[in-house]
């Protein structure tokens, strides 16, 4: 949990910052203000779940800053502290949703009792929301998660006809043995590189977006869908033993390309889709859904945004061989670290592969080539393949995570980008560019208040990974850092005769009295003891 501090009081604000032990009960404080304006500016970008304020403030006063910051998200918890001991003032206050009020001059233990106890109230109410979210979003009620379980265990041949309709009827569903069945297996194509609203970790949301998507526009059809393992769409398509079957085979293909249009109008995001080669009674389920996942592969062909209807794959091929002198090229290219011409380079040799496949199997042998070509190059270094990657090892490790034709050639071309560019930076072998930027920074500023997360704002970086960062390259967190640079820059400064409020502001430390006491702290004598 975060915490936010707002305080016009610099004393005070300094106290409530640096004397409560906030990281040992696992809170961590993301800023402050010095008044309800710049409090309300900062509360959208910092985002925290707690906010800890004065109620007297110049340009906004508590109550007011409390009422706007609900406003922008309910969830967040109010503490106020308040030196008027008055029932109006306590009211207005938890009439806005305030959570404590307490009365200055509060004590350590008492503030830090009431953040705990509203850090806890929040992860119970965020625990609440999410399991009735899960709920009300995935399964809104028991039927259609039991349907679910019985159509995907049915789907892989859990089911003997006789037990397919007996269990179909526990779940109010009428199967008639006499019925055609058509299936289609749905699936989010592979993200495109410059797709920044969802990463890889959104991959359960974007298939339950699709799930709901298809559900919603199949409610009146009479047609079936649910999830398998993967959590891939299926759909079945159910038609009368009178009608052609070839007529089922084109509505499903027409229904299945409308669908995937809507999911493209609906997320920006393409999908694709395997359909079975023909259409067969209730028994055969599970022959027409392993078809459909067998044309889905096929994305490795095609490509992706398209319905693939499953045909048998052709005799075997010879094994791809490529042209010696465009392998031997991109290897140089690699080693001597120049991305451009390797990525031409694996372009060609893709490109001429790709000419000549015409399976799955065809498309899989020849990433295989790409992924010993490019594990052999990089261990003749004698690096590790992961360390190298990064991100697309797990392509590596599972080439067959790689789903469609262009998802191939993104990774390809990004990986052969990688290997140079890790060639390049192993030459340089020079300092972080960013720790210099911080360290450059806190010389240049020793006279303001410097905090990690107000240096990683300037710089527009994550302040865990700038953290973490800094103590790699320096041996030493930040807050260390700056602390020793301060007092060393006082104790200079006052052995050369300064007076203690020159060296306080010299500093940073604009509460003469809080700055004595830092000092004494950090080297043992107040600095009116250290004499020139």
């Known amino acids: 949990m975060n915490l936010f501090i707002v305080e016009d009081e610099i004393r005070l604000r300094n106290s409530l910052m640096h004397h409560i032990p906030w990281e040992d009960h696992g809170i961590e404080v993301i800023g402050t ?12 970008r910092k985002k925290p779940d707690i906010v800890l304020l004065d109620i007297e403030m110049p340009q906004m006063d508590g109550i007011t800053l409390a009422r706007k910051l609900q406003e922008l998200d309910p969830l967040v918890k109010l503490i106020i502290l308040s030196g008027h001991d008055n029932f109006e003032f306590a009211q207005a206050a938890m009439d806005v949703g305030v959570m404590k009020y307490l009365l200055k001059p509060a004590g350590d233990e008492e503030i830090l009792k009431a953040v705990l106890e509203a850090a806890e109230q929040l992860r119970q109410e965020l625990e609440r929301i999410s399991n009735q979210a899960m709920l009300q979003e995935k399964w809104r009620q028991h039927l259609p998660q039991l349907r679910s379980s019985f159509f995907r265990r049915w789907a892989e041949g859990a089911y003997s006809l006789r037990e397919a309709v007996q269990y179909g009827k526990d779940v109010q ?3 008639e043995p006499d019925r055609q069945l058509a299936v289609a297996v749905l699936d989010m194509d592979p ?5 920044t609203r969802f990463g890889p970790k959104d991959r359960q949301l974007l298939l339950f977006s699709l799930h709901s998507i ?4 199949l409610q009146r059809s009479g047609h079936w869908s649910f999830t398998d393992p993967e959590g891939r769409t299926v759909i079945l398509f159910d038609a009368g033993p009178e009608e052609d079957p070839n007529d089922v085979l084109l509505h499903a293909h027409t229904t299945v390309t409308r669908l995937l249009g809507k ?3 609906c997320l920006k995001l393409t999908a694709s889709a395997g359909i079975c080669g023909a259409t067969g009674g209730p028994e055969e389920l599970h022959k027409l859904y392993a078809q459909a996942g067998k044309a889905l592969l096929c994305r490795k062909v095609y490509g992706r945004e398209i319905a693939i209807p499953y045909r048998e794959e052709p005799e075997g091929t010879s094994a791809l061989t490529m042209q010696p002198t465009l392998e031997k090229g991109l290897e140089i290219a690699l080693e001597t670290g120049d991305p451009g011409k390797a990525e031409e380079l694996a372009s060609a040799l893709w490109t001429e592969g790709m000419d000549r496949a015409v399976s799955v199997d065809d498309v899989h042998e020849h990433v295989l080539y790409f992924v010993s070509l490019l594990t052999r190059t990089i261990q003749r270094q004698g690096w590790r393949v992961k360390e190298v990657t990064g ?14 034709k262009e998802q191939i050639q993104a990774w390809l071309s990004r990986t052969v980008r990688h290997i140079a560019a890790y060639v390049q930076n192993q030459r340089q072998c020079i300092s972080h560019d960013t720790v210099r930027t911080i360290l450059d920074i806190v010389e240049k500023e020793l006279d303001s208040e410097l905090t990690l997360h107000t240096v990683a704002d300037r710089l527009y970086v994550n302040s865990s990974y700038l953290s973490r960062l800094f103590k790699q390259e320096t041996g030493k967190p930040f807050s260390t850092y700056v602390l020793e640079r301060k007092m ?12 203690v409020y020159d060296a306080a502001m ?3 430390y604009r509460d003469v009295s809080y700055f004595t006491k830092v000092f004494r702290k950090y080297w043992g004598v107040t600095p009116g003891e250290m004499k020139p």
Do not use: I, M, Q
Request: glycine letters at 6%; a negative charge.
């Open 263 to 265: 999911v493209k109008e």
């Open 214 to 217: 298809v559900s919603e526009l």
């Open 33 to 44: 203000a010095e008044n309800g304006l710049e409090a309300l500016r900062l509360f959208e």
């Open 191 to 195: 993200l495109p590189e410059a797709e």
């Open 506 to 508: 010299l500093t940073g």
């Open 391 to 404: 991100d697309d090892y797990v392509f590596f490790h599972n080439p067959l995570l790689l789903t469609t």
């Open 488 to 499: 060393d820059a006082a104790k200079a400064a006052l052995l050369k005769g300064a007076k």
């Open 173 to 175: 569903l009428d199967l």
